[in-house]
């Protein structure tokens, strides 16, 4: 009877101590508990709690640092403060330095403050009165400005520059025509009417016939003239650009307008949606057509789609935030589910998918501001690390551990590959397998140069002989390789490593969609052969296609990458 007792405890114990009976620890951190009522602002380590009430200021251990304020608010790292007297302003451990008796207070980056006592109200943000410069270290008048005037939103003043436009754009208009300058005085363009926005290395300008599009900085025309409106139209630094097609005012998101998405360098990235908007700096872009709405990564990467839920925001960059049937949850950038659907009921960020600029709603995006049951807290999820296809994990592990994949690129693993991305790839592949420096390997080579890219590893392969340019002197270098563009730098790397093709040949179901001068690449590429399981350099994608115009990704050209770095040796690992 004992052995039978003893038998079942330690079964239970077993059991218990299982990791199907183990509670899942939670995938987030508790920074704030869920115990107030609304968190109005983050800032460092101090939050404000409050709205239409008084508000609080606390620390992030729950001190209170100031009560019962009728208005705070974060100002360059001090905190500015309204009480029945009026503004004044206090350090972040809560000491009072200016006292709150002013109609307006404005803090400086110089650690200056002008205080006012305001009289006469002039506009909406304008007050005239008596001023005052706070020094406030010490906390002291060290000047009096006199009668004057304060523009209250001067704090958030734009950096575009009066006299041009920001990237070093400087325009001149005669008789509707406007000439467009790079800062150096050198003539981009004199044939359109107006710019309408700036992305990168593009200028978004409008013809004679009212249609958008975009040229380069040598005035060459790289996305066609074939939109009439753009969402950020006199937007001077962004990313990313939206442009729409058959757009009518009276009705945007009509069945005859869609909408295009192009990256800094004027690849279009997502294209026909009946809507498209982005946020987080351009990280992300949401789609919307026909009840179905869509989410994609900065590189056009599809991430998730739903019908009838919304994309609204974004964490960090790497985690979104959708809201389906009144719920929100939390997907990250390879569209897996973090916290699913009644976790919390809301959540609030800096970035939201209605408009792509930062909104400072706390200075840590991070930290995010979530409720349940009408109690207000802030949690932190863990650090997002981009994973790899399965199919792909063994070789990006291995090219990691090898030095072959830049930091920066870890970060796209299942996004296209861009042209200067493969030849970041492509120097570190050639270095290892010729076992020389490139620098060695270039000598006696000639310079390349190209206007719109000055990347090392670029020039290097391009002066090497094994990557060409797109024409007018330009690289391209955020265009997404195609797969025969792949397969002709390879086959001309191949030839300069001496690697032969002993392979037998491939064919090819779409042969007559490729290129006249990638068919030789394309030929050499898949009857090279690496390893003892007559692995290619490089094959096709399905049914004996080869698909030459679709794009490389990151993690497909590692894998091709990693074969060059083994073929001369028949090295090939069972990938």
Not at 28 to 33: A, M, W
Not at 110 to 130: H, K, L, N, Y
Not at 197 to 208: L, R, T
């Amino acid at each position: 009877m004992k052995k039978g007792i003893i038998i079942c405890i330690l079964a239970i114990a077993i059991i218990l101590q299982s990791p199907v009976a183990m509670a899942a620890e939670p995938p987030f951190q508790v920074i704030i508990p869920l115990e107030y009522d609304e968190i109005k602002e983050i800032n460092g380590d101090l939050f404000i709690v409050g709205g239409d009430a008084l508000c609080n200021l606390y620390d992030f251990s729950g001190e209170l640092i100031l009560g019962n304020k009728k208005n705070i608010e974060f100002a360059r790292g001090w905190i500015k403060v309204q009480t029945d007297d009026g503004w004044g302003v206090y350090s972040r451990d809560g000491k009072e330095i200016v006292p709150s008796m002013y109609t307006v207070v404005s803090v400086s980056d110089a650690g200056t403050c002008m205080a006012m006592v305001g009289d006469q109200f002039i506009r909406p943000g304008t007050w005239f009165g008596e001023r005052y410069l706070y020094d406030l270290i010490s906390g002291k008048i060290v000047e009096n400005l006199g009668y004057g005037s304060e523009f209250v939103f001067g704090e958030l003043a734009s950096d575009v520059n009066l006299s041009g436009y920001p990237n070093g754009i400087y325009t001149n208009t005669i008789d509707g025509i406007m000439s467009i300058y790079a800062s150096d005085g050198t003539l981009i363009s004199d044939k359109y009417q107006a710019i309408s926005a700036v992305s990168g290395d593009i200028v978004y300008v409008q013809n004679s016939e009212g249609k958008m599009g975009g040229i380069d900085w040598q005035g060459n025309v790289i996305v066609p003239f074939s939109y009439n409106w753009s969402p950020l139209q006199s937007r001077y630094d962004y990313p990313l650009m939206i442009l729409a097609k058959n757009y009518d005012e009276s009705d945007p998101f009509g069945t005859s307008t869609w909408y295009d998405a192009y990256n800094r360098g004027g690849e279009l990235i997502v294209g026909q949606q009946g809507r498209l908007h982005y946020c987080c700096d351009g990280k992300i872009i949401i789609g919307f057509d026909d009840g179905q709405n869509y989410v994609y990564s900065e590189r056009g990467r599809l991430i998730a789609s739903e019908h009838n839920t919304s994309f609204i925001g974004i964490f960090d960059g790497d985690y979104i935030c959708a809201f389906k049937l009144d719920k929100p949850y939390i997907i990250n950038s390879n569209g897996e589910t973090v916290l699913g659907p009644g976790v919390f009921d809301t959540y609030t960020f800096n970035y939201t998918a209605n408009s792509p600029s930062r909104q400072i709603f706390r200075d840590n995006d991070a930290h995010i501001v979530v409720s349940k049951d009408g109690k207000y807290g802030v949690i932190t999820l863990p650090d997002y690390i981009p994973q790899a296809s399965w199919w792909a994990q063994d070789a990006t592990a291995e090219a990691v551990e090898r030095n072959l994949v830049p930091e920066d690129i870890q970060n796209y693993w299942r996004d296209n590959c861009t042209r200067e991305d493969f030849c970041h790839m492509l120097v570190l592949a050639i270095e290892e397998t010729a076992d020389q420096s490139i620098g060695k390997l270039l000598t006696n080579k000639a310079t390349a140069t190209f206007t719109d890219c000055d990347n090392a590893d670029v020039l290097a392969a391009a002066a090497l002989g094994i990557v060409n340019g797109v024409g007018n002197s330009r690289f391209a270098p955020e265009f997404f390789i195609t797969r025969q563009e792949a397969a002709m730098i390879l086959a001309r790397t191949a030839k300069l490593l001496e690697i032969e093709n002993t392979g037998e040949s491939l064919t090819f179901s779409d042969a007559n969609a490729f290129a006249d001068w990638a068919v030789e690449g394309i030929n050499m590429v898949s009857t090279i052969v690496c390893g003892q399981k007559d692995e290619r350099l490089m094959c096709g994608v399905s049914n004996d296609r080869f698909d030459p115009e679709g794009n490389f990704t990151i993690e497909q050209s590692i894998m091709t990458l990693l074969h060059l770095t083994k073929a001369k040796t028949s090295e090939c690992s069972d990938q």
